[in-house]
């Protein structure tokens, strides 16, 4: 953005509060005087200075959208955005796009966007998911059963129906997060009750009173309708290399693992949460760790702050994991943190990609829910030396 900013001239921006910076693919405090990574740190606290922004906390305060979801965006909010995760405000019932940089600097510039409306598909939930599933588990089963750009090619994804009301705003999260992955421009659920909920419970008023609860009206048309029956959703994982090869986890159960990453923007507050409960059990059963590395990511600050309210960062650390800064981290692996050539890991995070987590092949990663007991039964397969499924039962 920086680039298009110079070519329009330095312009000054429509709004300095509708304007919200993180720096989260590649910044890392290991490499903070690395000449690529200063340049990019001065041009953001630049930004901050220039724009007098209100929405700028500064490198490793969140994954772009973590926060800017939890505490920022609402219900009929157009957001557009430089990421391709961008869409996953559509947790909250926001239209949120991602964009080329210039797209978005036209934007940032004028407050106005030209956008060619796309088509839509709709996605009506129905049942209830059983104990333990997630929405990372209810994406996955998405893909497995509709399979990536295909009904979802270059439309929007709107997702309804009575079973909504069974997903958390986490899982929504989850869910739109990986509509990018599904092919869509972007995914937006129908805000409803638990959206209304979760946005008064924000810390600033502010964010709080511009909401537009909308619903799509009787006669809107569709370019598809899909029912998903959440009753039917299971623990899953994505094989390496594509999101929508899903397979159920025990088909991987006792496979080699040379690591785990617990993280990424996909990966929610209420899944580290999870997690730790389960490493918890784990702890106190005395079961032994097999060999491998482990590393978690929490999506912000605010979500470490509440892991050590909870105490649960003492529990990563007694189980073995090093923690990263909020950031991409693993996810990317362009920047401190990378897997090695020929590893292979068990992520959280929304890809599973050639290359992803760092350049070098042949590499395998698998792409799981971490808050699924039933995975996490899985996990304990390959991560601890023997199965305690017994130990779910003490949650």
Known sequence: MAASHAELGFPEIWRNDRFWLAGDH?????????????????????????????????????????????????????????????????AVGSLSIGLRAAD?????????????????????????PAVGMSGKDVILYILKELKRNTVAADRIVEFAGEGACHLSSDARFAICNMCTEF??????????SVTSNYIARRRRKANRINSLYFKPDPDAEYAGKYTIDLSKVEASVAVYPNPDDVVPVSAKAGMHLDGIFIGACTTTEEELVLAALVLKVGLY???????GKRHYVPGSLPVVEKLKELGLLEVYEEAGFTRGPPGCSYCVGLSAEKAAEGETWLSSQNRNFKNRMGKGEPRTTLQVSIYSCRWLTVLCRLFWKRNFCDCLRSL
């Not at 934007?107 to 796309?118: D, F, N, Q, S």
């Not at 092919?183 to 409803?192: H, I, L, Q, R």
């Not at 059963?285 to 060999?291: D, R």
């Open 183 to 192: 092919g869509a421009v972007t995914g937006v659920f129908v805000p409803d």
């Open 26 to 90: 590649v910044v890392h405090p290991s490499i903070m005087k690395h000449p690529k990574i200063a340049a990019l740190v001065n041009v953001a606290e630049k930004a901050k200075k220039d724009f007098k922004m209100t929405e700028y906390q500064g490198m490793n305060y969140t994954i772009m959208h973590t926060e800017f979801v939890r505490e920022r965006a609402e219900p009929g909010m157009l957001i557009l955005g430089s990421d391709s995760h961008t869409c996953s405000a559509g």
């Open 285 to 291: 059963k005395k079961l032994p760790f097999a060999k």
């Open 104 to 128: 978005v600097m036209m934007a940032l510039a004028t407050g106005e966007i030209w956008l060619k409306v796309p088509e839509s598909i709709l996605i009506n939930f129905v049942g209830m």
